[in-house]
């Protein structure tokens, strides 16, 4: 039965018979008992530091069950809840302190009052879903109301065969929009929710073999951090999600050859909720894809739906998501970006072949070069395919080509030269940077603001 609020939704799941934990980390679990007490614990606490009926709650915790417990105490108290990575610089923080002003902050210190006066009660109560911070501008975020989730959940969770059975295995930090969809769908689904750390996320098989996971989903970069693993993934693993980035073919079949059966490959953003698109991709069976990228599925999840502009930008639509941002950015200005439709214009070039739909990437990706337009994470695409190397390419002020690269300096030389056979002198970099790690989020993406500065110290 359709749920018609997140609340009655979390109510239906907490009515679910369970003898085992619900929510777990290192350090222990919750049972569904525990949680519902918990979190009406927590809310007095919350009500006690603000006078607010509805206040802003900015929870400043790392990944665990007490950051899960504030999300459950959210939903069932119709509060308004953002998650801030404790990891995160700190400029980074007070910018969203500064643009959220919350009622109340919870932290490693426990719960105490917002610095600031809070914003003005809000009328719709949800989560702040907030960009990753990838490139390093400044943070923008958008309100997914509670209602609207409510509607999501369901058609979500279905696409990756989510139900009570299974064991959600997570290491993302709750600060990024990925990481808080899983955790919703997991408990709107009644699933156990295993809650791990950026450690976790660098090692995924291990991690799911210690939780006895049935469920993942993770950035793709993931996929290649499982591969180094050297190991086969746990019997119990039985869908790998991927979300966040384009899945290459190489990645699905990296995955099936682990001897998980299912990869479920989605597509959306943190401004529309969850995902509007989901491919299942099976084991033996033909894997539908554009330029060595996979599809992102047929468009369709739920309410949600995607389409192609004028441009050739995907573009999501859903009469219930948000209608624009919070704090932060200007609609009409760079992606993603509220068309007069009332769509959501993603900023990635997407193909559609009559059936499928395919993301080949951000429109920003691509540069100008001696009047020819070139698509930078092409190059970084070669690289990982024909060399096995991750690798950032950027231009710098001066017009240059910089690539930074997971590579040993004694092959640098015969890389590019192998590199300039199969691209033209317009898309060759001037210069290929070894490094020992290219920088990255906890979420997987690459920290692009790091990563141009690294390849400009070292050039």
Aim: glycine letters at 10%; aromatic letters at 6%; one cysteine or more.
């Amino acid at each position: 039965m359709q749920a018609t609020s997140m609340n009655e939704l979390a109510e239906q799941v907490l009515a679910v018979p369970r003898s085992d934990v619900l929510i777990a980390d290192r350090s222990g679990g919750l049972s569904l008992a525990e949680a519902r007490q918990d979190a009406s614990d927590l809310v007095t606490e919350i009500r006690a530091a603000s006078s607010v009926v509805r206040p802003t709650v900015a929870v400043r915790l790392p990944l665990g069950s007490r950051a899960a417990l504030c999300l459950t105490t959210a939903i069932l108290h119709d509060l308004t809840v953002v998650f801030l990575d404790p990891a995160w610089p700190d400029e980074r923080t007070k910018a969203v302190l500064t643009a959220v002003r919350p009622h109340v902050v919870i932290d490693q210190e426990g719960v105490r009052a917002g610095d600031s006066d809070g914003a003005a009660t809000e009328l719709v109560s949800g989560y702040l879903a907030m960009t990753s911070g990838s490139t390093g501008a400044a943070p923008k975020g958008v309100l997914a109301p509670w209602a609207s989730v409510s509607r999501f959940v369901a058609a979500g969770a279905a696409e990756l065969e989510l139900d009570a059975a299974a064991v959600w295995a997570e290491p993302t930090p709750l600060s990024y929009d990925m990481a808080i969809t899983n955790v919703l769908l997991a408990l709107a689904s009644g699933a156990q929710l295993q809650l791990g750390s950026t450690a976790d996320g660098l090692r995924p098989l291990r991690f799911a073999t210690r939780v006895g996971a049935t469920h993942v989903r993770l950035a793709p970069r993931s996929v290649e951090l499982a591969v180094a693993e050297r190991r086969s993934a746990p019997p119990s693993l039985r869908v790998w999600g991927s979300g966040g980035d384009r899945l290459r073919t190489s990645h699905v079949r990296a995955v099936h050859e682990l001897g998980i059966p299912a990869v479920v490959n989605t597509y959306g953003t943190s401004e529309t909720i969850g995902f509007a698109s989901a491919a299942r991709l099976l084991t033996g069976a033909d894997v539908p894809e554009h330029e060595g990228v996979v599809t992102v599925g047929d468009g369709r999840v739920g309410d949600w739906s995607v389409q192609l502009d004028s441009d050739q930008l995907l573009a999501i639509h859903s009469e219930w998501a948000p209608g624009g941002y919070r704090f932060g950015g200007q609609d009409g200005d760079g992606y993603p970006r509220w068309s007069s439709t009332g769509g959501v214009v993603t900023g990635d070039i997407g193909v559609h072949d009559g059936t499928n739909f395919f993301c080949l990437g951000r429109s920003g990706r691509r540069v100008k070069r001696h009047g020819i337009f070139i698509d930078l994470d092409y190059v970084d695409d070669l690289l990982e395919r024909a060399h096995g190397v991750a690798s950032f390419t950027f231009q710098d002020p001066s017009g240059r080509l910089l690539t930074i690269a997971e590579i040993d300096a004694d092959r640098v030389t015969n890389v590019r030269k192998a590199l300039a056979e199969v691209v033209t002198s317009e898309q060759l970099p001037e210069s290929l940077i070894p490094v020992a790690r290219v920088p990255r989020l906890a979420n997987g993406k690459v920290d692009q603001r790091q990563a141009r500065e690294l390849g400009a110290s070292e050039a």
